[in-house]
Nanobody, 121 residues
Framework: QVQLVESGGGLVQAGGSLRLSCAAS????????MGWFRQAPGKQRELVAA???????NHLDSVKGRFTISRDNAKDMVLLQMNSLKPEDTAVYYC???????????????WGKGTLVTVSS
């Protein structure tokens, strides 16, 4: 079993920055890819960014150049640095982990409870 605990969400003005953190505990050796999904009101949950244990990462097109995912395997943590935030980034952000080296929604093995990010105009 793996537990994921997010932190760092909050209210920020457009153009501002936030850093989300996800701490993993439990049977960490069973986990490869980690990352972040988000779900805005009335929309489907979408992958924002993911990173493999080896450090290969990918980001949603709409956040490229603004968000950066990173990982510290020794600390069992994954971070999402979010800069130049826009109102359309407003969503609940969920940390996720998979046993494979990639994150697909239907292959997520563990979910965090989510942290709310609100970006005002």
């Amino acid at each position: 079993q793996v537990q994921l605990v997010e932190s760092g969400g909050g209210l920020v003005q457009a153009g501002g920055s936030l850093r989300l953190s996800c701490a993993a505990s439990g049977n960490i050796s069973s986990i490869n890819a980690m990352g972040w999904f988000r779900q805005a009101p009335g929309k489907q949950r979408e992958l924002v960014a993911a990173i493999s244990r080896g450090g290969t990462s990918n980001h949603l097109d709409s956040v490229k150049g603004r968000f950066t995912i990173s990982r510290d395997n020794a600390k069992d943590m994954v971070l999402l640095q979010m800069n130049s935030l826009k109102p359309e980034d407003t969503a609940v952000y969920y940390c996720a982990a998979a046993r494979e080296s990639y994150l697909y929604y239907n292959r997520v093995a563990y979910w965090g409870k989510g942290t709310l990010v609100t970006v005002s105009s």
